[in-house]
């Protein structure tokens, strides 16, 4: 016998009894997100590895350890995606869309990160995100949480996330807050883990974000980002928290907040949960004002988010509003004579036709009468639809309620078709 081969380690198939959630959530994001008036775009999952080193940078743990590269036949350095906003900025720019433009578009697939394994963080991943390019103001700020805050409502998650927000300044100012925390923790050097150690020479500002508990009093003193924020971006940063005061969405600042990616400026923002243990993250993004540029475009405001899809579904099935999401059929079509198929067939694809969202099996594969009820049955319908030597002779077709004790009635393909847009379109 051969030998299985199973999925790559940390590379998850999606089985049919956990698509419909997916394909539910997926619904209810690309909905709100064409209610804001953003246009999808699509990207490939391999792109130049230097696009990732140029945008997300060389010292960051995603470029040094986790990316997925590889020289193709042509020698040419290709890696698997493991973000979408560098795709999306390269798209832009390459095909002219961000110079002097508005651009509100959203993109929803897989990443690839070659990170340790454990629930809620996976080697391939699945987002769904927005970009907005080509406005500066705190407004678009606003309104782009306000569309993540939608997004996570009409899942049934607002009230298991908080917001939590924070602003990087600019490069600049950055620039010179780097260097009083690099003098901090180098005053502290014999209380920083391994991990911590590592990142101080290369970006010190992920020291803020450590998990390790151990480090909780020395970050709780550490100096504050937003202590030395230049004054355009204090000011863009309280406009900000005003607009979404009046917004009626709650936040809480945290000035601990700093992502892991270089080009972040300003606006940086996570929706978070202490549901789903150390990944807790759930949405997150923020403002990149140099990125385009920094690509080979022409200087151009951006922000964005991305939602993780793995986090929002194990979410989604802890909530107390867990959707019971529909996924079997809604009627099994069976035959009592083998010579009713073709007929049977026909029918099927014509009640498919005229109920808008219906769930139709045809049985296939033969078998008598009871092993095809059998089948119906382990379907989940509701219904089953029933043809053979008489229903051929009288142009009728039989319709039996699988789930309630009703008798089964006799319906013309007419009186069918409207039967069934009745009783399960109102379900759909």
């Keep these: 016998m051969a030998e299985i081969i199973q999925a790559v380690r940390g590379m998850n198939d999606i089985l049919p009894e956990e698509t419909p959630i997916w394909q539910h959530a997926e619904f209810i994001m690309r909905r709100v997100l064409q209610g804001y008036g953003y246009q999808e775009i699509r990207t490939p999952i391999v792109e130049k590895t230097d696009l990732f080193k140029r945008s997300i940078g060389d010292v960051t743990d995603i470029v040094e350890k986790e990316m997925y590269s590889f020289l193709d036949r042509n020698q040419e350095n290709l890696s698997l995606r493991p973000e979408g906003t560098a795709c999306c900025v390269r798209a832009g720019i390459e095909h002219g869309l961000l110079y002097n433009q508005i651009q509100r578009l959203w993109y929803i697939g897989p990443y690839f990160r070659h990170e340790r394994p454990q629930k809620g963080r996976y080697r391939q991943f699945y987002q769904c995100s927005a970009e907005v390019f080509g406005l500066p103001g705190p407004d678009i700020d606003a309104e782009l949480i306000m569309l993540s805050a939608t997004i996570l409502e009409k899942l049934g ?45 290369k970006n010190p500002l992920r020291v803020l974000d450590s998990k390790n508990p151990d480090l909780k009093e020395l970050i709780a003193h550490a100096p504050k980002l937003i202590e030395h924020l230049d004054a355009e971006s204090l000011m863009h940063f309280e406009t900000l928290q005003q607009y979404l005061t009046h917004a009626g969405i709650a936040f809480e600042l945290n000035p601990c907040l700093v992502r892991g990616l270089d080009y972040y400026t300003k606006t940086v923002f996570e929706w978070v949960t202490d549901k789903l243990g150390a990944q807790g993250t759930l949405c997150a993004g923020g403002r990149y004002d140099s990125l385009v540029e920094q690509l080979g475009g022409k200087p151009t405001p951006a922000i964005g988010f991305s939602v993780g899809m793995e986090r929002t579904i194990l979410l989604m099935q802890q909530s107390p509003r867990n959707p019971k999401v529909e996924s079997g059929v809604h009627a099994y079509f069976i035959m009592d004579d083998p010579s009713a198929f073709p007929a049977a067939m026909k029918i099927a694809n014509y009640l498919r036709s005229k109920v808008p969202g219906l769930r139709l099996m045809l049985h296939c594969g033969g078998g008598n009468l009871k092993s095809q009820f059998k089948k119906a049955d382990k379907s989940g319908a509701q219904y089953a639809i029933i043809i053979g030597e008489h229903e051929l002779k009288t142009r009728s077709i039989s319709l039996k309620n699988l789930r309630e004790n009703l008798p089964q009635q006799n319906l013309y393909q007419d009186e069918l078709a409207e039967y069934l847009k009745l009783k399960i379109t109102k379900k759909i």
């Design 157 to 201: 998650l607002k009230s298991l996330v908080t917001l939590q927000l924070n602003s990087l300044g600019t490069a600049e100012s950055r620039s010179e807050y780097r260097k009083r925390l690099v003098h901090y923790l180098n005053e502290n050097k014999d209380q920083l883990d391994e991990d911590s150690l590592r990142r101080l020479h």
